[in-house]
Nanobody, 126 residues
C-alpha cells in the first residue's frame, strides 16, 4: 500500500521555524520527484517546493524562496521541508507529494502528482 505520512506541523509564532517530515512506504521514494504543496482556507493548492529524484535540482515558489529548504534522504525513504522565518501567510495545510515526472517544474508548477500525503496543519500566529 502506497503511503506518504507527514509529521512536524503545529503552531509557531511569526519569525519562528518548523520542520516537516514525509515518510514514504509501499514504494521507493528515490524513483519519484518529491514536492511540498500547501492549501490555505479559500485558496487553491499551490506547489511550495519540489526536489528532483537525486537531489540535483530544486524549485521554490517566490513566496518561500530564501526561507524554506527542501531535502530528501532516499536511503531513509524520507523527505523534509525546513521552514524558517515563518509568516502568518504561511498558515495552511501542507501536503507531501510524489510524482513520476522528469522535472521539478512540471510537478510544482502544474500540480503533477501521483501520490498525496494526508496533510499537516501549520499555523503561524502570535
Amino acid at each position: 500500500q502506497v503511503q506518504l505520512v507527514e509529521s512536524g506541523g503545529g503552531l509557531v509564532q511569526p519569525g519562528g521555524s518548523l520542520s516537516l517530515s514525509c515518510a514514504a512506504s509501499g514504494f521507493t521514494l528515490g524513483d519519484y520527484v518529491i514536492g511540498w504543496f500547501r492549501q490555505a482556507p479559500g485558496k487553491e493548492r499551490e506547489g511550495v517546493s519540489c526536489v528532483s529524484k537525486r537531489n540535483f535540482s530544486t524549485y521554490y515558489s517566490d513566496s518561500v524562496k530564501g526561507r524554506f529548504t527542501i531535502s530528501r534522504d532516499n536511503a531513509k525513504n524520507t523527505a523534509y521541508l525546513q521552514m524558517n522565518n515563518l509568516k502568518p501567510e504561511d498558515t495552511a495545510v501542507y501536503y507531501c507529494a510524489a510524482a513520476d515526472t522528469p522535472t521539478v517544474m512540471t510537478m510544482c508548477r502544474r500540480n503533477f502528482v501521483d501520490y498525496w500525503g494526508q496533510g499537516a496543519q501549520v499555523t503561524v500566529s502570535s
